[in-house]
């Protein structure tokens, strides 16, 4: 299986605050690694980095490589934009822009493609499938995406980072703000688009982890502790860290 | 001693001064109406569409006062709106220190008395404008030539009129406006802005596309508050508009809004000119009060469509 996303030795600071130390992780092509560990160690801040978004911040700063298809994206001469639409991001709470369900989609599209009327249509009617909305919204697309319920705005949000024709997928807690039925439509669409799409997804739940991930890395105190193939890092831990934490013993 | 009784003294007091504002605002219009009534018994109607003002034949029309305030203040918001909105992006992103000394500045333009405005106006922005501005975007634009909005531009100028009066407007007004959308960009949720860049936008896209539209009703109500403020502007327009009580031609034209008509002409008016100078005051009143009804209006309507689409 190919490495799509290689963090080497990578530490992200605060302004003079360190919160990651040194890490080291390969993500897999195609496949949903699941990035777990108790609140404050660090998975969120670790995936922001994959899309810069940290940059919008004044004091956030991150150091070492984060090579996405080999090639460093920490390296101001990337493209920050053309490396967004690779590298989607889905939030803990959903985001739809306060635009039509229609707009919503045609919005991210516009932004990266000259399309015709007609084919913007088709996209956005594809990508809506492809996040298994569009039957539930087909007749609404007029509608303002805030008035869809939770779970609807957050496959909206889903079906917007993949109308742009991603790669990878961030998903920050992705169901963190949504009812459980609604949980478990995202984590079968997350066993969809994994066909297509590396995703890279942080989780406090790890029944989550083990239902949707392929491979898992657990985070502690800004330091990656253990990773490998989600079954084994379940049954047979190697770390005593990553044991406890996986029994409940505490996070 | 609090006793039952000093408190219901209390409970009337506070009615009262409650009750006062509408009182005054009932007053205004009955009065402003009675004091105006010869002028609409003479004109009827007519008086808000007639282009004369001339006391000595005992005719008066507001058409050139009504126009000149419209002028003056679409093109200080023309201004200020941009302005605002760009300044008020940077403050919000910008280091603290140089937000926090920046942004007391914009907010102190509003402490600045308007007088001082129309001083510096007089005495600095418009030699400024018949020796720089007006030349360049005759001589050098040749802005007058346009096709369709060439004519409202003009060829000939004196540093005062329309244009100017609309300048110093924009900068009295920019402060409220600034103020309000600093606010509506902070009301921004961090994450809708995170998703705007994650799905590949540029600052400026995310601004307008993302913040200005969630937070629409209060960029709308900050842009009334400043029309609101620009309609009745006296003192600073006084001293550059020309004060010219005819129908202007082009943006550099002397003209007169209505409040400047009031303020210059009062101290020597009787009989039927001040009768109509008080209508001109009961049309000015009008206006802002149809603007804020409209502003109040639009604003429930634009929740109430929200609410809807929520249920």
Known sequence: MATKISARNLSFFYG?????????????????TAVIGPSGCGKSTHLRIYNRIFELY??????????????????????????????GMIFQKPTPFPMSVFENIAYALKLHFKLPRKELQQRVEQALRAASLWDEVKDKLKNSGLALSGGQQQRLCIARAIAVEPEILL???????????????????????????????????????????????????????EDGPTARIFTNPKQKKTEEYITGRFG | MITVRTDSIFYWLCLICAALAGLLMLGFFVQLSLSSAATWREFGLGFLFSRDWDPVANHFGALPSIVGTLCTTVIALLIAIPLAFAAALF??????????????????????????YGMWGLFVLA?????????????????????????????????????????ILAIMVLPYICAILRDVIRMTPPMLREAAYGIGCTRWE????????????????????????????????????????????????????????LANNFAEADGLQRSALFALGLVLLLMSFAIQVAAQYYLHATSARRGESRS
């Open chain 1, 16 to 32: 003079s605050h360190q919160a990651l130390f040194d890490n080291c992780l390969d993500i897999e092509e195609r496949r949903v």
């Open chain 1, 58 to 87: 004044r004091d956030q700063r991150a150091s070492g490589e984060l090579l996405i298809d080999g090639v460093n994206i920490l390296d101001p001469q990337i493209d920050v934009l053309e490396l967004r639409r690779k590298v």
């Open chain 1, 171 to 225: 998903m920050d807690e992705p169901t963190s703000a949504i009812d459980p039925v609604a949980t478990l439509k995202i984590e079968e669409l997350m066993l969809d688009l994994k066909e297509k799409y590396t995703i890279v997804v942080v989780t406090h739940n790890m029944q989550q982890a083990a239902r949707v991930s392929d491979n898992t890395a657990f985070f502690f105190k800004g330091h990656i502790i």
């Open chain 2, 91 to 116: 403050l919000v992103d910008a280091p603290p220190l140089i937000a926090g000394v920046l942004s007391h500045a914009i907010d102190l333009l509003a402490a600045i008395p308007s007088v001082i």
């Open chain 2, 127 to 167: 030699p400024i404008m018949q020796a720089h501005v007006q030349p360049f975007m005759v001589d050098v634009l040749r802005l007058h030539q346009l096709p369709l909005l060439g004519r409202y531009v003009g060829e000939y100028y004196n540093g005062f009129g329309i244009l100017t009066a609309g300048l």
């Open chain 2, 206 to 261: 995310t601004a307008k596309d993302i913040v200005l539209r969630y937070g629409i009703r209060g960029v709308l109500g900050g842009i009334f508050i400043g029309l609101g403020r620009a309609l009745g502007e006296t003192m600073a327009v006084l001293f550059v508009i020309g004060n010219l009580m005819d129908m202007p031609e082009d943006i550099f034209s002397g003209a007169t809004t209505i409040a400047a008509t």
